[in-house]
């Protein structure tokens, strides 16, 4: 089983640029798909990116598309989302989660493993 830790969050302002990490610990990490969700106070979590265990599909969110980035590097048993022209509205917390299914990647529910988040904060 998978363990994942997320890092990188942290305050920032408006128009500025963060890069989380997930790292998992695990020796089938590169059989897993993996994806970013967030959660703001009093919101459902969010679906974000995703990508898939050879890093050859991405998927966005329509509010981030353009704007974030998700890759791998399975050497490092890493994800990695580069978040650039933020906007307080990505304001969350935010988990990195992994799967070894094809489900949906947008669902949460397709996803078994989370990690315990790191919270992103932008001001204005």
């Known amino acids: 089983q998978v363990q994942l830790v997320e890092s990188g969050g942290g305050l920032v302002q408006a128009g500025g640029s963060l890069r989380l990490s997930c790292a998992a610990s695990?020796?089938?990490?590169?059989?897993?798909?993996m994806g970013w969700f967030r959660q703001a106070p009093g919101k459902e979590r969010e679906f974000v990116a995703a990508?898939?265990?050879?890093?050859?599909?991405?998927y966005y969110a329509n509010s981030v598309k353009g704007r974030f980035t998700i890759s791998r590097d399975n050497a490092k048993n890493t994800v990695y989302l580069q978040m650039n022209s933020l906007k307080p509205e990505d304001t969350a917390v935010y988990y990195c989660?992994?799967?070894?299914?094809?489900?949906?990647?947008?669902?949460?529910?397709?996803?078994?493993?989370w990690g315990q988040g790191t919270q992103v904060t932008v001001s204005s």
């Open positions: 695990g020796r089938t990490f590169s059989s897993y798909a």
């Open positions: 989660a992994g799967t070894r299914t094809s489900a949906a990647h947008f669902l949460a529910s397709s996803y078994d493993v």
């Open positions: 990508i898939r265990w050879s890093g050859g599909s991405r």
